[in-house]
């Protein structure tokens, strides 16, 4: 599987960018697509998430801001941004897992940094 992250870039405080990721490769195995993100000198979270049933899961500090769906049509998965605050700052990356007899594979695709300017 082949993660293609698109969108980012530096947007002002309060705006609503959106994120793209299209998957290719063997997408049939996929169970869930999100985002995950990294501000300088912290570790990587979990933004949000879409699992294949349709359920997501979102961090605490996004909810009611971001909204994460899926085109299943395009096996792409987007994140759309709303009231963006500077501590959303940091480099997206676009993960999705894959449930294999006995274990889950993890794909990433690259990084796409946002920047917020105030």
């Known amino acids: 599987v082949q993660l293609q992250a698109y969108g980012g870039g530096l947007v002002q405080a309060g705006g609503s960018p959106r994120l793209s990721c299209a998957a290719s490769g063997s997408t049939f195995s996929l169970t869930v697509m999100g985002w995950f993100r990294q501000a300088p000198g912290k570790q990587r979270e979990l933004v949000a998430e879409r699992w294949r049933g349709g359920s997501t899961n979102y961090a605490d500090s996004v909810k009611g801001r971001f909204t994460i769906f899926r085109d299943n049509a395009k096996n792409t998965v987007y994140l759309q941004m709303n009231s963006l605050k500077p501590e959303d700052a940091a480099v997206y990356y676009c993960?999705?897992?894959?449930?294999?007899?006995?274990?889950?594979?993890?794909?990433w695709g690259q990084g796409t940094q946002v920047t917020v300017s105030s």
């Open positions: 993960n999705a897992r894959a449930s294999v007899p006995g274990s889950v594979v993890g794909y």
